[in-house]
């Protein structure tokens, strides 16, 4: 071993070549590798995917324990044995929609660790489009063994973005979640219309909610009409989730930087994912 300062002069060199977050990550991937030897393995021999997936499961882990506490280690197996249902859905997305890019994987597996942990009685979600998140929460509640998802959709084919108008959001002969499978749809209550209309009267009937996740139409009025409404309905440890909350002011205000835990692990703050606890 060498001298701690010359170790020290190493590192500060190192990362001022290759940048910080880089000697981090990389540190990681060998601690990583090395509490998981086959993975680590398949990495030398040239297979990366193995280790890439050891890297994200362990990212979205330390994000959802820092918004939720210690995390049973069953359910660190089980995002991994998820890989293939992500997979399935994954193919027949990029199948039959191959220009969409909705929530990463990462950010996926977080929703449904999210809802595995506080096993919500009411989850509500805004902006269904092909299914994504859905797919991923109806999931998690078949795994919970109960709990209903409620989501809010328009009936059109098309939206209104930031970037403007979005003609064809779904391919042209399906419905609004087709991607959901259909042995989960049993605790699915879809419900279409504008969120201006439906969500109150949708929140209004629930008697509270457990989990809430914005991803409808990411303008600030709705987003700060969606997230205040939200947040009157969640209970007490309820979860607000939002996705790209990087375009709103609104966000600022409801995921406060030292509070909120995105889905990009190591620290609190914010990201394109993120979400909150009602304390
Ligand atoms: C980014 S996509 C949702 C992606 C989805 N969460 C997923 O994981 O695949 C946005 C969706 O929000 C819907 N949307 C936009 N404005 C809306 C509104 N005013 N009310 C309800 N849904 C809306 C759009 O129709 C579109 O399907």
Known sequence: ??????????????SKRFGIEQVFSSLNLIGLALRNPSAGASYLAGERKKLQMVVLHNSITVSV???????????EDE?????????????????????????????CNYLYMICRMVKPKHIVETGVQHGLSSAYFLKALE?????????VDLPSKEYTSRIGTIADKIPPDVKCGWLVPRELRKNWNLELGDSRYILPRLLAKINGI?????????????????YSLAWKHLRKGGVLMSDDIDLSE????????????????YRKGIAKLSAIVKP
């Open 143 to 151: 795994r919970n063994g109960s709990g209903m998802l409620h989501s």
């Open 250 to 265: 609104a966000s600022r205000e409801f995921f406060p930087a030292d509070k909120a835990v995105g889905a990009n692990g």
């Open 65 to 75: 324990k820092l918004l939720l506490g210690e995390v049973d280690p069953r359910l």
């Open 210 to 226: 457990d989990l809430f996740l914005h991803d409808s139409e990411h303008t600030e009025e709705m987003m700060r009409f969606e």
């Open 79 to 107: 995002i991994l044995e998820l890989e293939t249902f992500g997979d399935d859905l994954w193919n027949e997305l990029r199948s039959r929609a191959p220009r969409w890019t909705p929530l990463s994987r990462a950010e």
């Open 1 to 14: 071993m060498g001298d701690p300062g010359s170790i020290v002069r190493k590192a500060i060199w190192a």
